[in-house]
């Protein structure tokens, strides 16, 4: 079955410090991968997604992810955080069985920034 | 594009009462999805409308659960007889067919069942 692992469940770095947050996915086929941000009591922001092509996406919000299939991998990345990046994100791989295509999500990785 | 909205925010609940929760999608969105997330959790797929057809729907949707989409617009969903096991925040994303797994989630409604 396909699932999401997010090792971190907590991450602190500093303002203007660069971040790495981790993703780790299951599928069989080549997958769908997403990047979502929820601030407290939000519901979901889409930040990027890769569906095939260049394995280095970028997103909003000055975001990036890099799809590494030999690693499983589609770890987001941040060059300097801002106070506001404070959130709860989420990694989500899409599954078309049963042809709902629907989100499988990770547990998430809360970030908090040190002023 | 006002993006996709849900009401109520916030639903607080007795143990054994019925709730109906609403999510008003998209306008151009003819797919539907309901998910839930508990606390420390990512979301869980619930259930899935292709316009107001219910295609599929998870095992974590027991028989207490029911949801519609009447004219493929908005969709409600009603838990019947809500235990405190329910309470969670149920959440609605939209999607357009040809971008199906792009989906764009609504605030949530955080339920409380005392």
């Known amino acids: 079955a396909q699932s999401v692992t997010q090792p971190d469940i907590h991450i602190t770095v500093s303002e203007g410090a660069s971040l790495e947050l981790r993703c780790n996915y299951s599928?069989?086929?080549?997958?769908?991968l997403f990047w979502y941000v929820q601030s407290p009591g939000q519901g979901l922001q889409l930040l990027l997604k890769?569906?095939?092509?260049?394995?280095l996406v970028q997103g909003i919000k000055g975001f990036e992810a890099e799809f590494k299939r030999s690693q499983s991998s589609f770890n987001l990345r941040k060059p300097s955080v801002h106070w506001s990046d404070a959130a709860e994100y989420f990694c989500?791989?899409?599954?078309?069985?049963?042809?709902?295509?629907?989100?499988?999500f990770g547990q998430g990785t809360r970030l908090t920034i040190n002023p | 594009d006002t993006g996709v909205s849900q009401n109520p925010r916030h639903k607080i609940t007795k143990r054994g009462q019925n709730v109906t929760f609403r999510c008003d999608p998209i306008?151009?969105?003819?797919?539907l999805y309901w998910y839930r997330q508990t606390l420390g959790q990512g979301p869980e797929f619930l259930t899935y409308?292709?316009?107001?057809?219910?295609?599929?729907k998870s095992r974590l949707l027991s028989d207490r659960f029911s949801a519609e989409r009447p004219k493929g617009s908005f969709s409600t969903l009603e838990i019947q007889r809500t235990e405190q096991g329910d309470s969670a925040m149920y959440l609605c994303?939209?999607?357009?067919?040809?971008?199906?797994?792009?989906?764009?989630f609504g605030p949530g409604t955080r339920l409380t069942v005392t």
């Open positions: 599928y069989g086929a080549t997958p769908y």
């Open positions: 306008s151009e969105h003819n797919r």
């Open positions: 994303a939209s999607s357009w067919r040809g971008t199906a797994y792009e989906q764009y």
């Open positions: 409308f292709q316009n107001e057809a219910q295609l599929e």
């Open positions: 989500a791989v899409g599954n078309a069985l049963g042809g709902a295509q629907k989100l499988v």
């Open positions: 890769y569906f095939s092509g260049d394995t």
